[in-house]
């Protein structure tokens, strides 16, 4: 018996480029279009720039940056995935720095007897400020972007994306102190964080529902002390998410009644020996803006792009500003507004080395 081999064939990077390029490509299409064909051929080393036309070189540069843009969303969006647990606002909307924003959180319904008169959805309003306008941003030189070897795409992408997702995380965990979320033995588990185990985290989430802290999507973080000794026990280890697209550091999912477990090398130790945060969805808030274009309000022509670029995952959002100075250098800024706040502090769960 004779079997034929089956070949499967790649569309052609030119081909692909073609179809990025497009003027009628809406930047969401392009995102899109990276995610599916693009991503994973260019992390594996893939130089999709080296077919497309010598001549068209203003566009290769271009090119480059858009790139590098890509791959720090895409990043950032996976480091995002940590601020799931939290309530959040990531409309793409435009802002103004200093813009009070009211997010909602909302309260848990009760089950009753059927036929009883209902109860309305009681929502408190949490005002976030936007005080906060971050960016990222790197310079490629006119000869770099054609005259290195080094892959230099993925590695401006990935720093832009390692800033901004560090940048917004640390304000959100600049939150979690006693002053906020208190020291009672209901709110507060006192360990050394090489001791960690289930049973603490069975603990927590024992005190969590004693306190009455709804069930559903609850998540924590971790530090890398605490990771460290959480990977170490045989019953979390049977939760730990061996999938290589979900964190560069340890999670856990479906855990000790927590969805989510996310290790934190950044947290931070807020004066309180802090080594791990948990909660449900309505603890924290953080709502991010993209900041209004100030040539475009002003009636000006700024020889600068503007593009508005969204995560389809998680809906966040920055805007990629690219300018040229006197030299030909090419600068890449990304950059958004955004705010965080304590939402109900009666919803978390600290945990701490020491009192």
Aim: aromatic share 8%; with cysteine.
């Amino acid at each position: 018996m004779k079997f034929n081999k089956l070949q499967i064939e790649r569309e052609p990077a030119t081909a692909i480029l073609a179809e990025y390029t497009k003027p009628s490509k809406s930047p969401a299409d392009r995102t899109a279009l990276f995610r599916k064909q693009m991503s994973a051929r260019i992390r594996a080393g893939e130089d999709f720039l080296s077919g497309f036309p010598v001549s068209a070189s203003n566009t290769l540069g271009n090119l480059s940056i858009e790139f590098a843009s890509q791959i720090a969303l895409e990043d950032v969006g996976a480091r995002a995935q940590m601020l799931a647990g939290v309530a959040t606002d990531f409309a793409p909307k435009e802002g103004n720095l200093g813009d009070l924003i009211t997010s909602r959180i909302a309260s848990q319904p009760t089950a009753k007897d059927f036929g009883e008169a209902p109860t309305d959805v009681v929502e408190v309003d949490v005002p976030v400020t936007l005080d906060k306008w971050r960016e990222a941003s790197v310079r490629f030189a006119p000869t770099e972007v054609v005259g290195s070897a080094r892959h230099l795409v993925l590695e401006r992408g990935e720093s832009l994306a390692i800033a901004l997702g560090n940048d917004i995380f640390a304000a959100v965990t600049a939150l979690i102190t006693e002053t906020a979320f208190g020291d009672t033995a209901a709110t507060q588990t006192i360990k050394a964080a090489e001791t960690f185990d289930h049973s603490t985290l069975r603990g927590i989430a024992k005190a969590m529902t004693d306190a009455g802290v709804p069930p559903a999507g609850r998540f924590g973080w971790i530090s890398s002390d605490v990771a460290t000794a959480a990977c170490a026990d045989e019953i979390m280890t049977l939760s730990y998410d061996r999938k290589p697209d979900v964190s560069d550091y340890a999670h856990w999912s479906a855990c000790a009644g927590f969805r989510d477990i996310w290790e934190v090398p950044s947290l931070p130790t807020n004066d309180i020996n802090l080594i791990g945060f948990f909660g449900a969805r309505s603890s924290l808030v953080c709502v991010c803006r993209v900041p209004r274009h100030a040539g475009r309000e002003r009636g000006l022509d700024i020889h600068a792009t503007y593009e508005v670029m969204t995560d389809p995952r998680t809906g966040l959002s920055f805007v990629r500003n690219v300018f040229a100075d006197s030299g030909w250098n090419l600068t890449c800024r990304m950059t958004t507004l955004f705010g965080v706040a304590v939402g109900n502090p009666a919803v978390g769960h600290t945990l701490v080395s020491a009192a």
